[in-house]
């Protein structure tokens, strides 16, 4: 998909509901309920949360409890979601030159791994980085 104008946040939603839809159905069923947001920037609060000075750092972020903490007895008080933060995945689409949709789908998945319980560096670990 080539823009000649900046990807909308509809764009955005598009392309994580492309990328979600082509991973395998039964880790896409653990991810079932699971909401997508898009938003501009994170909020101060979550930037503060993090530890986070730039909120053009920060280009996903996974809210709620990993499935390897869940109980049947648990009464879930928010849903878990995944955030897509716009703009910061729009930065790097142009310092890097990456393919958007690639970019967008490695943000989701990404996010995705922290929702199954992997850390950081499990994540990066898996992804080929260590």
């Given at each position: 998909m080539r823009h000649t104008t900046p990807p909308t946040t509809e764009d955005i939603i598009t392309m994580a509901e492309d990328a979600l839809?082509?991973?395998?159905?039964?880790l896409r069923d653990m991810v079932r309920g699971c909401a997508i947001i898009v938003e501009e920037v994170a909020d101060d609060e979550t930037l503060e949360a993090m530890g986070i000075d730039n909120p053009y750092d920060l280009t996903?972020?996974?809210?709620?409890?990993?499935?390897?903490?869940?109980?049947?007895?648990?009464?879930?008080?928010?849903?878990d979601s995944?955030?897509?933060?716009?703009?910061?995945?729009?930065?790097?689409?142009?310092?890097?030159?990456?393919?958007?949709?690639?970019?967008?789908?490695?943000?989701?998945?990404?996010?995705?791994g922290h929702h199954f319980g992997l850390s950081d560096d499990d994540i990066e670990r898996l992804e080929g980085g260590d």
């Open positions: 839809s082509a991973i395998p159905a039964e996903g972020l996974y809210r709620g409890v990993p499935l390897t903490q869940k109980s049947v007895l648990d009464t879930p008080s928010e849903p995944i955030f897509l933060y716009r703009e910061p995945i729009l930065l790097e689409w142009i310092e890097t030159g990456e393919d958007l949709f690639r970019l967008v789908r490695n943000v989701l998945i990404h996010e995705i």
